[in-house]
């Protein structure tokens, strides 16, 4: 008898991230809220995750989207109340899916409470909640640094004659977590979601909550090294040495993880930090010395890479070679700040991708839509939300095209919104995608092949299959250039995933197996048993062979 395996959701498990505008709209306004989820919690289900992430929900006047909180523990109601998220909650559990939150520590909206009283007086006991300085030297702000949204990150306030510092819009000052008081009051959050029976959080901008204490100004960017993050040139033309990754950091994500531990005594909480980081070994740190920090710094690298096999492999291996050890990878593909995964690399080659990203050692988080293979959608600059492109005047850094409406079906409307409350159908906050009735969950459900039938057998497979969940994972050497492949292998069993990247038949004649028995093809047309010498791929095709 072999011993059981322990499937600890978020390590062997699959995240699905839900953005809550844009999943299911049960009212009938054009946006989607919480008891839209719960609809099609079954869908979530079925599709075989194990978590929902649930991006911001909370009251916020929207000009980020929710990530601009005006109060933490509270839903804002055009998604519904806290009975709704109760009930999310509830009904989630159920059905064995966990439920993320998004925390967001770095900054609130400027309509919060907190900032509402900092900013009434220099006085105010709350006046330290945010960082708020005098003009500097030359008149202008007290620093260098730059808003990653656009132009300088500190506004100046009439009122009080002094500057606060926004890391993304003037609308989301930047808490102050040097004060004892916010730390606190932050983790209360924390407790008082996880106390209503939260699995976890996905922490905004994980890595810059801690800036220099005394506010150096940013060294210049001189060779232009890339950053790694969003290539905005302004942002770009500085190293943000001192206002982001400060090693300060790590205390606080000490005590997140102790008060973490302590709640998953009873069952398992779970975070994961938004690490906009790209140095590997800064990265790991989030990890903790002791793997007493935040469970898993998220991994983008892969989203910032063009689609090229040796590029994936070299990531992905320097990421396996970073992890301290012990500690868990994951990987991401898709997410609401990046265009969808089928417009950057075409749609056979999504394929491709989401092979890679369930068979990658390590936790997948999937971004909701991407199973059916949904495309970015071309948003006219009249009807563009999301600030960023507004405030950088780069439409070009534009999220809308990555958050449209859920494509349930094919009928007019998508299935995305319910019965509007005055007979017609509402207008969707954000346009659908024109090729909605090719893409969507009904038409693709009876469509053997579809991308979502795809999907679902990877999910299957991978939940079957402990070489996948729980499997050591070793890059092949000898594939062909245009191919990447690796071994995932547990307790004796032992998968190869072969993965052509480009649109030409390749041979893969050089793996060092004979033969073997195709578990599932990208393609969906091609199993059992078959002779690996040669093996040919066909255009863009993965396979998962048991050898
Ligand atoms: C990262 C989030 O993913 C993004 O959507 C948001 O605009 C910024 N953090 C600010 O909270």
């Not at 099609?40 to 194990?50: F, I, N, R, T």
């Not at 000052?173 to 029976?197: H, I, Q, T, Y």
């Not at 600059?381 to 950088?392: H, I, L, T």
Request: glycine letters at 8%; proline letters at 7%; aromatic letters at 12%.
């Amino acid at each position: 008898m072999t011993e059981p395996i322990e499937f600890l959701w978020w390590k062997h498990g699959v995240i699905y991230q839900i953005y809550p505008r844009s999943f299911r709209d049960s009212s009938g306004n054009g946006i989607g809220d919480l008891q839209g989820i719960i609809e099609k919690l079954d869908y979530v289900a079925e599709l075989g995750v194990d978590a929902i992430w649930v991006s911001p929900c909370y009251p916020s006047p929207m000009a980020d989207f929710g990530y601009d909180v005006s109060d933490h523990c509270d839903i804002h109601p055009l998604f519904g109340t806290l009975q709704t998220m109760d009930a999310l909650l509830q009904a989630a559990h159920q059905r064995d899916l966990c439920v993320m939150l998004d925390f967001v520590p770095s900054h609130t909206s400027e309509q919060h409470q907190w900032f509402q009283e900092s900013r009434a007086s220099r006085s105010n006991p709350k006046r330290d909640w945010y960082t708020w300085r005098d003009t500097g030297p030359d008149g202008g702000p007290p620093n260098n640094w730059l808003s990653i949204f656009g132009g300088p990150a500190w506004e100046w306030d009439a009122h009080t004659r002094q500057y606060y510092l926004h890391t993304y819009l003037k609308e989301q000052p930047d808490l102050n977590w040097r004060n004892p008081a916010v730390k606190e009051a932050m983790f209360s959050v924390v407790r008082f979601w996880l106390e209503r029976g939260v699995d976890g959080f996905r922490v905004d901008a994980a890595h810059g909550f801690m800036k220099d204490p005394v506010l150096r100004d940013n060294p210049p960017n001189r060779n232009n090294a890339a950053i790694g993050y969003e290539s905005m040139d302004a942002y770009d033309s500085q190293l943000h040495v001192n206002d982001r990754g400060h090693p300060d950091i790590h205390a606080v994500y000490r005590e997140l993880r102790a008060l973490l531990d302590e709640y998953s005594r009873a069952r398992p909480r779970f975070t994961v930090g938004e690490i906009h980081i790209f140095d590997w070994s800064k990265w790991a740190s989030y990890y903790g010395a002791n793997l007493d920090e935040i469970h898993m710094p998220g991994n983008f690298t892969l989203v910032r890479i063009p689609w090229r096999a040796s590029l994936v492999r070299g990531k992905v291996d320097e990421l396996e070679a970073a992890l301290p050890a012990g500690a868990w990878p994951n990987h991401v593909l898709g997410n609401h700040d990046e265009h969808r995964i089928a417009s950057r690399y075409g749609a056979a080659a999504a394929r491709t991708a989401a092979m890679l990203l369930l068979t990658l050692r390590g936790t997948p988080t999937l971004y909701y839509g991407d199973e059916i293979g949904m495309l970015n959608v071309t948003v006219p600059a009249e009807k563009c939300q999301d600030p960023w492109p507004q405030r950088s005047g780069k439409p070009e850094l534009s999220r809308d095209p990555q958050r449209s409406p859920m494509q349930w079906d094919a009928r007019p409307g998508a299935g995305f919104s319910g019965p509007a409350v005055h007979g017609d159908l509402p207008e969707p906050w954000l346009l659908f995608h024109p090729e909605y009735q090719r893409l969507n969950v009904a038409t693709q459900r009876d469509e053997p092949g579809s991308m979502l039938d795809l999907y679902r057998c990877l999910l299957r497979l991978r939940r079957e299959t402990p070489a996948l969940t729980h499997g050591e994972y070793r890059a092949l050497d000898d594939a062909p250039p245009a191919v990447y492949g690796y071994l995932r292998e547990y307790g004796g069993d032992r998968l190869l995933v072969l993965l052509n990247f480009e649109g030409e038949s390749k041979q893969v004649t050089s793996v060092s197996f004979d033969y073997g028995e195709v578990l599932l093809s990208t393609t969906l047309d091609r199993d059992g048993a078959e002779g690996l010498d040669p093996m040919v791929l066909r255009p863009y095709e993965g396979v998962i062979i048991r050898v």
